[in-house]
């Protein structure tokens, strides 16, 4: 089954909305509970206030990711101010519930590198050394999920989704800095946001 990433941008002001309408929305994704790869807010530099929402989850197709991602309670209160939908791998092979980690002494990051237009080509011969990366550097363990995104079809590379635990966002900075991808000039932008595993724990 395909998999889905989903990173919903919260407007401004809307963190009172977000709270009340919080139950409605664990209760819409319980029912995605055996299909969700991942889930949780981002947050500001604070570590504390919510700024948005991401999920990675397995759906048949993209009638089900537009289901998902609109009929959502927060999409359908207007919470957000922007929703990005893209297919995505998961290069791992796992859910974020096989990652034990240290959030005591660490932090959590969603970094999403937004690709440039017709650069699949050339992503796919660095593919190899992006992998080599990550082994070489140590990060691997890191990594509590990490992918490519594609278009609809799969076959456009658009960028990347990654969630990473490392002691800082300065860390995260210089992981990138080196990234064979990064320095290829691959990416039109990267965000990188704090985050935390979501659920109603």
């Known amino acids: 089954m395909p998999t889905y990433f989903f990173y919903c941008r919260d407007k401004d002001g809307t963190a009172g909305l977000r709270r009340e309408i919080v139950e409605a929305h664990w209760s819409f994704m319980d029912g995605y509970a055996d299909q969700m790869v991942a889930r949780g807010p981002t947050l500001a530099d604070d570590g504390k206030t919510p700024t948005g929402s991401m999920h990675m989850v397995e759906l048949p197709d993209g009638e089900a990711a537009r289901v998902f991602a609109y009929e959502e309670p927060y999409a359908k209160a207007g919470l957000f101010d922007?929703?990005?939908?893209r297919r995505w791998r998961n290069?791992?092979?796992?859910?974020?519930?096989?990652?034990?980690?240290d959030p005591d002494?660490?932090?959590?990051?969603?970094?999403?590198?937004?690709g440039r237009a017709d650069t699949t080509e050339t992503r796919d011969g660095l593919l190899e050394a992006h992998r080599k990366y990550f082994i070489d550097g140590g990060y691997l363990p890191r990594f509590i999920e990490r992918g490519p995104l594609y278009n609809e079809d799969e076959n456009q590379w658009v960028g990347s989704a990654m969630l990473i635990e490392l002691p800082d966002r300065g860390a995260v900075e210089e992981m990138l800095a080196d990234e064979p991808y990064c320095k290829a000039g691959l990416y039109e932008d990267i965000e990188i946001h704090r985050w935390r595993f979501g659920g109603c724990q």
């Open 91 to 101: 290069a791992l092979g796992v859910t974020m519930w096989d990652f034990e980690g």
């Open 105 to 114: 002494t660490n932090q959590r990051f969603l970094i999403l590198g937004h």
């Open 82 to 85: 922007e929703i990005i939908v």
